[in-house]
T-cell receptor
């Protein structure tokens, strides 16, 4: 597969445990945030997004938390499964009406049986 | 199924050669993007287009060129002026810009012969 994610921060969890992946974003004007999952050799896959008027948003087995005070975003994965092993990226839009996304460097999640 | 198709999956370039990477989407999205991904780094924006017949440089446009003659297509040419072209190239599209998720293809891996 592709060598995406060499030298990335790595989170190792046991199957069935909950995972928390953190992201510090850069621009206090950002009002839209996304989490992506990238498996080896594939493109990033959209997981969940959140706008700045919310602190928390839940999806299926995933929850995103936004703390605008400290510019921090987290992704919580419940009951982590081997299929969750991948590199996870956060992205921010840099401000209202901007036309680009700014991506973080990513965190590798490894799930052990 | 709607989605983004990138081709080829693997591409080899000889010294002094231009190569073109294909990106096609059938999501009826207005905006399209090209990113470069290197190991251990986040996605870096090369070019983007918000509408047909218009495009803007991203953060690392030198040595690359694009065209947007059709809404569905946004090909990227890696020119001989790009001295370090070996990377994983990702194409994305979105309905609009700013607070919209970008949807990605599965990438093209470019290597130098």
């Amino acid at each position: 597969g592709e060598n995406v994610g060499l030298h990335l921060p790595t989170l190792s969890v046991q199957e069935g445990d909950n995972s928390i992946i953190n992201c510090a974003y850069s621009n206090s004007a950002s009002d839209y945030f996304i989490w992506y999952k990238q498996e080896s050799g594939k493109g990033p896959q959209f997981i969940i997004d959140i706008r700045s008027n919310m602190d928390k948003r839940q999806g299926q087995r995933v929850t995103v938390l936004l703390n605008k005070t400290v510019k921090h975003l987290s992704l919580q994965i419940a009951a982590t499964q081997p299929g969750d092993s991948a590199v996870y990226f956060c992205a921010e839009n840099g401000g209202r009406n901007t036309d680009k996304l700014i991506f973080g460097t990513g965190t590798r999640l490894q799930v052990f049986p | 199924d709607g989605g983004i198709t990138q081709s080829p999956k693997y591409l080899f370039r000889k010294e002094g050669q231009n190569v073109t990477l294909s990106c096609e989407q059938n999501l009826n999205h207005d905006a399209m993007y090209w990113y470069r991904q290197d190991p251990g780094q986040g996605l870096r924006l090369i070019y983007y287009s918000q509408i047909v017949n218009d495009f803007q440089k991203g953060d690392i446009a030198e040595g690359y060129s694009v065209s947007r003659e059709k809404k569905e297509s946004f090909p990227l040419t890696v020119t001989s002026a790009q001295k370090n072209p070996t990377a994983f190239y990702l194409c994305a599209s979105s309905k609009g810009t700013g607070g919209q998720p970008q949807h990605f293809g599965d990438g093209t891996r470019l290597s130098i012969l």
